[in-house]
């Protein structure tokens, strides 16, 4: 089936270390984008990327890095200048306006 | 800026109410607004509307899109227990074409 798989569903981390979070999808979308969600907050777009090689900043990028080497992947890097990381983070994909966007599962990541 | 509201932010209701969850929007190069639910995880895609006043229904929910008056509503009848979820409204548009979402609102069913 095809899908997004996001990986790992939960992620601790020190302060100040950068942590990776993967995200791999199968639909065979041009568009990926990760996204932020804090209670009562909603979805902020951290990253976006509409084709291979290619990828912009969205609203909440500070703190934040991206690549697109594949059309399949979107890793999310947090790194130690983002100042409040602990969050779930939602990653998607979509293929122009069809259907709207699809999502990963997740990742809850806790800094302590 | 663009921008999309939700409201209420949360709700309790008991099994069999009905609710009606809106959505407003200020976003340039309006394209489709779409309803996803959210129960733990990944939201999950519900309605995408384009046109104003054409509803749309799968079992109990429905929804409904006002372009004129930049609105949106999500009706929930005879609710149950399994609808209890966040609610997110997004929509396309803005400079890079791509999905705004609102804060969402909490939706509690209580037996």
């Known amino acids: 089936d095809g899908g997004i798989t996001q990986s790992p569903k939960y992620l601790f981390r020190k302060e100040g270390q950068n942590v990776t979070l993967s995200c791999e999808q199968n639909l065979n979308h041009d568009a990926m984008y990760w996204y932020r969600q804090d209670p009562g907050q909603g979805l902020r777009l951290i990253y976006y990327s509409q084709i291979v090689n290619d990828f912009q900043k969205g609203d909440i990028a500070e703190g934040y890095s991206v690549s697109r080497e594949k059309k399949e992947s979107f890793p999310l890097t947090v790194t130690s200048a983002q100042k409040n990381p602990t969050a779930f983070y939602l990653c998607?994909?979509?293929?122009?306006?069809?259907?709207?966007?699809?999502f990963g599962s997740g990742t809850r990541l806790t800094v302590v | 800026e663009d921008k999309v509201v939700q409201s209420p932010l949360s709700l309790v209701v008991h099994e069999g109410d009905t609710v009606t969850l809106n959505c407003s929007y200020e976003?340039?190069?309006?394209?489709?607004l779409l309803w996803y639910k959210q129960e733990k995880k990944a939201p999950t895609f519900l309605f995408m509307l384009?046109?104003?006043?054409i509803e749309k229904k799968s079992g109990r929910l429905s929804s409904i899109l006002d372009k004129k008056e930049l609105f949106s509503i999500l009706n929930i009848t005879a609710t149950q227990t399994g609808d209890s979820a966040i609610y997110l409204c997004a929509v396309y548009g803005g400079a890079t074409n791509k999905l705004i979402f609102g804060t969402g609102t909490l939706l509690a069913v209580q037996p």
């Open positions: 384009t046109s104003s006043g």
């Open positions: 998607a994909s979509s293929q122009g306006l069809k259907g709207g966007y699809t």
């Open positions: 976003v340039t190069n309006f394209r489709s």
